[in-house]
């Protein structure tokens, strides 16, 4: 007995297995036959012997395939859970490392484990992180990947027909992947998890609802309406949010009205972050592009580290990071001159936007800087740095807010102008960076300054203020 106990503690504890998995059928929603498939599965699990003895073949590995948030993960665990068999998991963005042979030894050591615990689920996420056809990836960072693909083509036959380890893996994008990793044998069963439909929504409402003090007459039927296009995991979000509505209310029960209003807060969110139009997103990487094109011109506000459109947290829309100078910032070392140009940069959406669009197609996703050149400008006339100023005395500029605003506004019109002539010189750089912005969503420093030499960046004469 010692040495079994010497055995035990020598064996590690296993790495990538989630302890007390308790996720039923029950706990996913609005599927419909699609679960049905699934409970085949834990039927390999727990009638294995029936189907080998009747010659039925056992697939080594299940796909499913959807966009994020459908409930991917949730289906694979209550696989598990309704087997009760142990769940190993791993996101294949973690095999692609730097470091040769790293992805590789991994996913052995999660095989590994997943045999020693067996019978178990493997479940592998983003799969096509790894599994990307080979001829696909260029640069070194291609090997490393073939080496960790082999190694799991090698694990997913190593258990082929035998039943007692079933990998799951999921992905958006089965169109992409290796065909090594489909062929029989392998990831030969695909399953596509769709967005879920009017009544799969009132039904994933109802799942997340059961753990909540909701309100008797809660109109289901009503959020699911008005919820079009959402996944499980936003509406589960949706339930989370109205119960926080109804604690800060001091209520005791989540009303339609509590329900409603977060599922509005999750569909602005989701306005803002997924659902863009190609229009919106055009309009957005102008924005941006108009504003990397215009600072790239001023030597306090060149350094631009990247520019974006990737959808974030937050409210901004895209963001133009220009790497400054901080301690100049804060010790008020700018220049009168480095002033006007980071002015001149926060109009330039609104300039990109007349030039592109014209004045009678402005959209509106420029105000917010536009109100930061707005703020700016009076700074710069409050503090004294225009010609006439007004910042020497605090008493009397109450009486002069007007003669201040109209200076302000002669200062903002000098750097609108400025802003359209840069533009309007750059008309090429501008809508390269456009169209590479809505291809790849964010451009490195690298990226961006490519673009700059390939148009070359001609800069007007600075204004005479
Ligand atoms: P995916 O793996 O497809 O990206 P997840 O399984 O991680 O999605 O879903 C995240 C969360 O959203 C789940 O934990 C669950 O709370 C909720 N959810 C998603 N889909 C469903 C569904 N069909 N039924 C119930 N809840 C769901």
Redesign the pocket.
Known sequence: SGARVRRAQSKRLPQYMERGIDVKFS?????GNIRLELEEIVKFFTHGDMYRRRGVKIPGGILLC?P???????LAKAVAGEAGVNFFSISASQFVEIYVGVGASRVRALYQEAKENAPSVVFI?ELDAVGRERGLIKGSGGQERDATLNQLLVCLDGFEGRGNVITIA?TNRPDILDPALVRPGRFDRKIFIPK?SLIGRVE?LK??ARKKPMADDVDYMAVASMTEGM???EL?NIIEVAAINMMRDGRSEITTDDLLQAAQIEDRGMLDKKDRSSEMWKQVALNEAAMAVVAVNFPDLNNIEFVTIAPRAGRELGYVRVKMDHMKFSEGLLSRQSLLDHITVQVAPRAADEIWYGEDKLSTIWAETADNARSAARSFVLGGLSEKHYGLSNFWVTDRLNEIDLEALRILNICYQRAKEILQCNRGLVESVVDELIQKKSLSKQQFFNLVQKYGCLDPLPPNI
Not at 27 to 31: C, F, I, N, T, W
Not at 68 to 74: D, E, M, R
């Open positions: 706990d996913v929603a609005g599927l959807g994020p948030g459908v409930g991917k993960t949730l996420d999921a879920p994933i799942v997340h996944v499980g995991a589960a």
